[in-house]
């Protein structure tokens, strides 16, 4: 019986997955509504789930209405550079993905006029730029570091991409996808870090590559990324899906 | 109040002279009402946000928070500071427009507030419906204020790279979610002391609700 049962759950484990992502914020969102909405007779969560969402998604808007693709984020000394650069992800530090450099294929694809993919050598051949910015974290501590790369606008460009497609989307070697908007994908300092520090990013940092946006918090910035898509059909994201806001504009 | 009075219906002659007096406007009720509920929101998903990464030695208890996980107090935060916001703005307007702040919170005067408070600290300080006395007024002008500060200090933790200028008025990011974290201390110590007065004279509290309270004798009213 009991092996039948295990049986079953491994079968549906991936929609149980996507159920339990979207059942997280609704749980959530429900506690909160008893909370606030004892004697308001409005304590149906799903309700109060909708209009939190319809709110993030103006928020959305609102914001890629405030962005000003020429405003750079501020830029700091060496000295300010946070050391220890702290680590954090969706599982511990020792759970990031190992990555043979050698063997490395970032897969290109959507609305891109080459899809060849690309090696770390490749990528070395490409301009690179350096930053000294700050990470925001949505938890809400910050830390300043310091990311080298290629300027993803150089990138897009040389891919043949369509500007005009609305996101940019990234899987990664460690199962987290994220997505950004275009405007923000050309802005001057959203790079394709290859390097913290004056060294290659370790594998904390998200070796080999981890798209570095000053404009928006720390979960906007993949690591590890395997695959960069172009699309316009909204990609969504690991947190995103869960009820984070997906601009996440600083 | 008599029990007659309360059981019988009485002739106005029979009745001892009183007033109705209106408090409190419609739109200042109104504002206040939506303030309480959004207000409440920033707080309390404002203190599990807080949680996500504690400035301080200590964590808010999860059942005086909002929002059940980070993802869900930040959707109520940035939901509920419109409302905020909207409400506030409102607010301002008419009170700057319909003369409500010059009227009723202005004049403040030091001397006046340090009367205020020796009365008040012998428990002589008398209330006057439809009238703010000095420290009420000082505290209303305060906790405006400290509104304003929660909103401007929100915007530079909200929007550090697009409003930059304003994150560099509060001395920075970090220094900014400090300034946040205080002013939200302001603004909930206003919130007890508030509250312990609406308890120790509760007909204040109908004064906000129906915007009308009686007085056994007539007094100045509020204008505006």
């Known amino acids: ?250 | 109040m008599t029990s007659a009075a309360a059981t019988s219906p009485s002739t106005p002659a029979e009745r001892p002279p009183r007033t109705i007096v209106p408090v409190h406007p419609a739109l200042v009720r109104v504002t206040h009402w939506v303030n309480v509920f959004a207000m409440v929101c920033m707080i309390m998903s404002g203190w599990m946000i807080y949680n996500a990464s504690p400035l301080f030695g200590f964590s808010f208890p999860a059942w005086a928070t909002l929002g059940g996980w980070l993802g869900g107090a930040i959707a109520w935060h940035l939901a509920a500071m419109w409302l905020l916001v909207g409400n506030g703005a409102a607010y301002v307007v008419y009170g700057l427009v319909s003369g409500h702040f010059r009227h009723n919170l202005l004049p403040l005067w030091p001397r006046e507030v340090l009367r205020d408070a020796r009365d008040a600290a012998r428990f002589r300080l008398r209330h006057h419906e439809g009238e703010y006395n000095s420290l009420q007024r000082l505290a209303y002008i305060g906790v405006l204020t400290l509104g304003m500060l929660a909103v401007a200090s929100g915007l530079a933790l909200w929007k550090p790279v697009q409003l930059q200028g304003l994150t560099a008025l509060f001395g920075g990011y970090d220094v900014a979610r400090r300034v946040h974290f205080i002013v939200m201390m302001g603004i909930v110590g206003f919130i007890l002391i508030h509250l312990a007065l609406v308890v120790l004279v509760p007909r204040t509290l109908l004064g906000m609700i129906g915007g009308r309270t009686k007085l056994p004798a007539a007094r100045e009213k509020l204008s505006g």
Not at chain 1, 148 to 163: E, H, T, Y
Not at chain 1, 199 to 222: D, E, H, I, Q, W
């Open chain 1, 1 to 250: 019986m009991n092996h039948e049962t295990r049986i079953q759950l491994s079968e549906h484990r991936p929609a149980l997955r996507r159920l339990e992502r979207r059942q997280v914020l609704r749980r959530g969102l429900s506690l909160g509504a008893l909370t606030m909405l004892t004697g308001c007779n409005l304590q149906d969560g799903d309700a109060v789930d909708r209009v939190l969402w319809a709110m993030s998604r103006w928020n959305d808007r609102v914001q890629a209405w405030l962005f000003d693709p020429n405003r750079l984020a501020p830029t700091y000394p060496a000295s300010a550079i946070t050391n220890p650069f702290p680590f954090n992800a969706f599982y511990p530090v020792d759970d990031a993905p190992e990555i043979d450099g050698n063997d490395y294929a970032l897969e290109v694809s959507g609305r891109v006029a080459d899809k060849q993919s690309w090696t770390l050598a490749k990528l070395r051949l490409l301009p690179q730029e350096s930053q000294i910015t700050r990470h925001i974290c949505i938890e809400g501590w910050s830390a300043i570091g310091q990311w080298s790369g290629v300027p993803f606008r150089v990138f897009l460009q040389r891919i043949g991409a369509d500007l005009r497609a609305r996101y940019v989307g990234f899987k990664c070697a460690d199962r987290y996808y994220s997505s950004i908007d275009m405007a923000t994908a050309l802005h001057p300092q959203t790079i394709l870090a290859l390097d913290y520090g004056n060294a290659p990013l370790p594998p904390k940092y998200g070796f080999p590559m981890k798209l570095r946006v000053p404009t928006k918090l720390g979960f906007k910035n993949p690591k590890h990324i395997a695959a960069i898509f172009v699309t316009n059909d909204y990609p969504g994201g690991y947190w995103e899906d869960q009820g984070y806001n997906w601009f996440s504009g600083s």
